[in-house]
């Protein structure tokens, strides 16, 4: 995993660490998305706060057929949001492996 902080401007960090942390609770991940879509370091968080949200509901949904299957892997997914809510409060980027990577695809 990668942290990134310098890539961000300071005030862009000041700025957004309470949107970006927003950005990895699950039903309050599109706010920072709406509200604060000029500062790239809320911009870089919602993305993977989205595609996590997505990965947790589906799989979530899938675990009601399969619960034995499926349970570790959204145990996992609840660890990559928290590692991303503390990496948010101190003011970094965590590019998570695979989540980061999809992320970066999708625009808005």
């Not at 309470?18 to 879509?37: E, R, S």
């Amino acid at each position: 995993m990668n942290l990134k902080s310098e890539v961000f401007d300071k005030t862009d960090i000041l700025d957004g660490k309470m949107y970006a942390l927003l950005a990895y609770l699950p039903v309050f991940c599109i706010v920072p998305l709406i509200l604060k879509k000029n500062n790239n370091f809320v911009l870089n968080h919602g993305r993977q706060g989205l595609v996590l949200f997505v990965a947790e509901t589906a799989t979530l949904v899938l675990s009601i057929v399969f619960p034995w299957i499926l349970r570790p892997f959204l145990f996992i997914l609840f660890l990559c949001s928290f590692w991303g809510m503390v990496a948010a409060i101190r003011g970094l980027f965590v590019e998570l492996p695979i989540i980061s990577w999809i992320a970066q695809k999708i625009t808005i």
